[in-house]
């Protein structure tokens, strides 16, 4: 694993989407990002002791193209299963991958395709407590717990234990995951908005299905729901 380390940069995703020789397990690790990227082109704003790390996916030509649909979902599964080991709360995942503590986003994901790579970055609230500004929404593992976390370790982790998840992928775990993923639906049951780019619609969320799609109950009809297609809103 080669690993990066910035004090300031403008994005650590754009760091490894722009390096030439680019290779699997590449990490960038940023105290401050400039440029921080969020999903649907919105700008990521953290506070300094947030962990914000990227880091490489090679497409893998055994894989099948649309199996990769699931990596956000993954990514998601894996970094709370990391997140368990460094403390045991009650986080929940958020179709398509935030990871909530409490109500409240504690980490955002964007995985992103260029040329034969993926580049996962993470966001993950950890030793922050500046979050005055989206206090109603973001939370901090310190803020939580009290303690302070070795940024490095916490990152290192995360980062192993996906590559050994997605192994657990590749070898057909996928519908053990799923059941994880599942158990911890924060959508599940709730009323949310669908934005799609012809229309709004609302319906209660159910499960997320084996192809990755989420199954909305919308009036009496029952829709599915690509990643990457909707902006969901709880109400
Ligand atoms: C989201 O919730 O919209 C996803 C946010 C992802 C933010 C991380 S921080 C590290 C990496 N570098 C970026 O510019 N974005 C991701």
Redesign the pocket.
Known sequence: MRIYRFDEIE????FLREKDDIMERDLAI?KV?T??????G?R?V?TEGAA???FVLKHDVEIQEDEYMKLPLLVGYSLLYSLKKIEELDYKFKWTN?LYLEDK?IS???VEKIRDNYVI???LNVNNLNLEEVKNIAISLREKTGKVYSLEEVIVTIVKDFYSNFQDFKNGKWKEILKEINRVNYLYGKRIDIVTFDKEESGIAGDILEDGTLEVFVGSEIKKYNIGSVHISKK
């Not at 994005?11 to 754009?14: A, I, L, Q, Y």
């Open positions: 994005s650590t995703s754009k940023a990002q440029l921080g990227r969020g999903r649907r919105n990521w953290s914000l790390f990227s935030d986003k955002g994901i964007l970055g993470i966001g």
